[in-house]
Nanobody
Framework: QVQLVESGGGLVQAGGSLRLSCAAS????????MGWFRQSPGKEREFVAA????????AYSDSVKGRFTISRDYAKNTVYLQMNSLKPEDTAVYYC????????????????????WGQGTQVTVSS
């Protein structure tokens, strides 16, 4: 069984930074395409960032492009989301997700394309 455990959320002032981590276990980490999604109250879950199995391809939503960076550490079976220049509209529960049914270089931006999800970590950005 695949387990994804997020950490690193918290309360930060606008303009600040946070780094989210997602530790994966249960299957070969190198076989998974990974992604970060977020959900605010009353809104649907939305795509934030994604990284391919190879680590060579990434994708970002327009709202976070240039501010957020996704990366992965194969030795630690962990994917990260570095979030800089945070804005109040970034406030949400952030979820890590994984899928193993994808090509080596593909990124997945649709939450329906993900098979496993973490429990989420709250990020709150104050103005």
């Amino acid at each position: 069984q695949v387990q994804l455990v997020e950490s690193g959320g918290g309360l930060v002032q606008a303009g600040g930074s946070l780094r989210l981590s997602c530790a994966a276990s249960g299957r070969s980490f190198s076989s998974a395409a990974m992604g970060w999604f977020r959900q605010s109250p009353g809104k649907e879950r939305e795509f934030v960032a994604a990284i391919s199995r190879s680590g060579g391809n990434t994708a970002y939503s327009d709202s976070v492009k240039g501010r957020f960076t996704i990366s992965r550490d194969y030795a630690k079976n962990t994917v990260y989301l570095q979030m800089n220049s945070l804005k109040p509209e970034d406030t949400a529960v952030y979820y890590c997700a994984a899928t193993f049914t994808v090509g080596f270089s593909r990124v997945i931006v649709n939450p329906d394309g993900m098979d496993y999800w973490g429990q989420g970590t709250q990020v709150t950005v104050s103005s």
